[in-house]
């Protein structure tokens, strides 16, 4: 008696077509509530549109340059959401979206305006009289619904990473021989490249942010945090270890992509200066190593070690887990600011070398093999690029969490 699946069996024809048909009812339900958000999504722009950009400029409360400080390109975008809601409505996703992807350069100047739009808006909500009334009496509009003008100004930047997830969904639905898919997978690509643009500026805003607050922080205007391609990475105390045998003394450091800054607390009889700091020297991390003298195991604390071209650091933590985080951060900035080794190869190498006899090979001593065989494995080592820093999140500690005057038993020991 034989027993082999039929048609209707667990690995026949009926259980590719269920697997089709879940495959369709996942995409119509993406499809649906793709064309469901991006009708409430023009309708939103629409009011931004209509109320403000067009309103605005038929009164002249603002300015030209300030009306493009604050709404960018949204009524470009508003101009490509309404032919792409086109395409959606009657089912046509490929063909819409790869319409759409040309025009993905408003949105590009759109996101990048967008930190500066947020700011020329608070600027004018708070000199503006005329531009803060007009805002109010809009927004209380029933059309609105409660919604704020700042809300509405970030929806493009969401919708975005909308797009990704809804672009991701349909084309993991639709069959590749589906003329579609190509389609729907060119516009997850371009997508994506918008969406990664967002993060990218998120990231440069943050860090000026980062750089802003420290430099804040700092006592006076001598000192310069804010610097082209400089990140902000941590900050924190550590006891600097003297040379000679007396008292180490906590610092405050804050460690940035290229250097090092090392600063004190300011008086606490400076009124105006009581909370900031006064920077003492800033080491360059270019041509810099660190190294842990103490702290491989899990005892308390440990020594850091950091060598720069023209000056040396002892940096001492009771903690650890902070102290290994220092390690890393500062192993990881300084990796990253290592030059690209390269090799050159000498001519005569890339030549034809002679053939050697057989007496010769045997005159050769095995030592000098040996060192060849060492040598060459030391320029496959040297030809071997760095590793590249991944950045974590930056670190940052209170400023009273100043170290505590403990350890007294490990920085005898490291003195003896």
């Given at each position: 008696m034989s027993f082999s699946p039929g048609p209707s069996g667990p690995n026949g024809g009926t259980s590719i077509q269920e697997q089709r048909e879940r495959w369709e009812r996942k995409r119509s339900r993406t499809a649906r509530e793709l064309v469901q958000t991006e009708q409430r999504y023009c309708q939103q722009l629409e009011l931004v549109t209509t109320y403000f950009v067009e309103i605005l400029k038929a009164k002249g409360t603002l300015k030209q340059d300030m009306r493009e400080g604050i709404f960018s390109s949204i009524k470009a975008i508003h101009s490509v959401n309404q032919s792409l809601l086109v395409h959606l409505e009657n089912g046509y996703f490929g063909r819409g979206f790869d319409q759409m992807c040309p025009h993905l350069h408003h949105y590009n100047t759109y996101v990048d305006n967008i930190y500066n739009g947020r700011r020329v808006l608070g600027i004018q909500l708070k000199k503006n009289k005329a531009f803060r009334r007009f805002k109010k009496l809009q927004e209380a509009r029933p059309e609105f619904n409660n919604h704020k003008l700042e809300d509405l100004l970030q929806l493009p930047v969401q919708r975005i990473d909308q797009y990704k997830h809804f672009l991701q969904d349909l084309a993991a639905n639709t069959s590749p021989d589906n003329p579609e898919f190509q389609q729907l997978s060119r516009a997850v690509t371009a997508v994506d490249e918008v969406s990664q643009r967002i993060q990218n500026n998120r990231r440069c805003h943050e860090n000026h942010l980062q750089l802003c607050r420290v430099q804040k922080l700092l006592k006076g205007r001598k000192t310069k945090v804010s610097a082209a391609g400089r990140w902000y990475i941590r900050?924190?105390?550590?006891?600097?270890?003297?040379?000679?045998?007396?008292?180490?003394?906590?610092?405050?450091?804050?460690?940035?992509?290229d250097m090092l800054l090392q600063a004190k607390r300011c008086s606490p009889l400076q009124f105006t200066n009581r909370d900031k700091f006064a920077g003492q020297r800033a080491f360059p991390l270019q041509d810099c190593a660190v190294e842990k003298v103490f702290g491989h195991t899990r005892s308390q604390g440990g020594l850091l070690s950091v060598t720069f071209p023209k000056a040396k650091l002892l940096l001492m933590s009771c903690n650890q887990e902070d102290l290994n985080d220092w390690y890393q951060s500062l192993s990881s900035a300084i990796g990253k600011l290592q030059p690209q080794?390269?090799?050159?190869h000498q001519r005569d190498e890339l030549c034809r070398r002679p053939l050697r006899s057989v007496a010769d090979d045997h005159n050769t001593p095995s030592g000098s093999r040996k060192r060849n065989v060492v040598s060459s494995e030391t320029n496959e080592h040297a030809q071997k690029p760095p590793v590249e820093w991944m950045g974590s999140a930056p670190k940052r500690m209170k400023q009273c969490d100043a170290p505590e005057h403990s350890c007294t038993d490990f920085f005898s020991l490291l003195l003896l």
């Amino acid at each position: 008696m034989s027993f082999s699946p039929g048609p209707s069996g667990p690995n026949g024809g009926t259980s590719i077509q269920e697997q089709r048909e879940r495959w369709e009812r996942k995409r119509s339900r993406t499809a649906r509530e793709l064309v469901q958000t991006e009708q409430r999504y023009c309708q939103q722009l629409e009011l931004v549109t209509t109320y403000f950009v067009e309103i605005l400029k038929a009164k002249g409360t603002l300015k030209q340059d300030m009306r493009e400080g604050i709404f960018s390109s949204i009524k470009a975008i508003h101009s490509v959401n309404q032919s792409l809601l086109v395409h959606l409505e009657n089912g046509y996703f490929g063909r819409g979206f790869d319409q759409m992807c040309p025009h993905l350069h408003h949105y590009n100047t759109y996101v990048d305006n967008i930190y500066n739009g947020r700011r020329v808006l608070g600027i004018q909500l708070k000199k503006n009289k005329a531009f803060r009334r007009f805002k109010k009496l809009q927004e209380a509009r029933p059309e609105f619904n409660n919604h704020k003008l700042e809300d509405l100004l970030q929806l493009p930047v969401q919708r975005i990473d909308q797009y990704k997830h809804f672009l991701q969904d349909l084309a993991a639905n639709t069959s590749p021989d589906n003329p579609e898919f190509q389609q729907l997978s060119r516009a997850v690509t371009a997508v994506d490249e918008v969406s990664q643009r967002i993060q990218n500026n998120r990231r440069c805003h943050e860090n000026h942010l980062q750089l802003c607050r420290v430099q804040k922080l700092l006592k006076g205007r001598k000192t310069k945090v804010s610097a082209a391609g400089r990140w902000y990475i941590r900050e924190g105390w550590l006891k600097v270890v003297p040379r000679k045998g007396v008292d180490a003394t906590p610092k405050m450091f804050f460690l940035f992509s290229d250097m090092l800054l090392q600063a004190k607390r300011c008086s606490p009889l400076q009124f105006t200066n009581r909370d900031k700091f006064a920077g003492q020297r800033a080491f360059p991390l270019q041509d810099c190593a660190v190294e842990k003298v103490f702290g491989h195991t899990r005892s308390q604390g440990g020594l850091l070690s950091v060598t720069f071209p023209k000056a040396k650091l002892l940096l001492m933590s009771c903690n650890q887990e902070d102290l290994n985080d220092w390690y890393q951060s500062l192993s990881s900035a300084i990796g990253k600011l290592q030059p690209q080794q390269t090799v050159v190869h000498q001519r005569d190498e890339l030549c034809r070398r002679p053939l050697r006899s057989v007496a010769d090979d045997h005159n050769t001593p095995s030592g000098s093999r040996k060192r060849n065989v060492v040598s060459s494995e030391t320029n496959e080592h040297a030809q071997k690029p760095p590793v590249e820093w991944m950045g974590s999140a930056p670190k940052r500690m209170k400023q009273c969490d100043a170290p505590e005057h403990s350890c007294t038993d490990f920085f005898s020991l490291l003195l003896l």
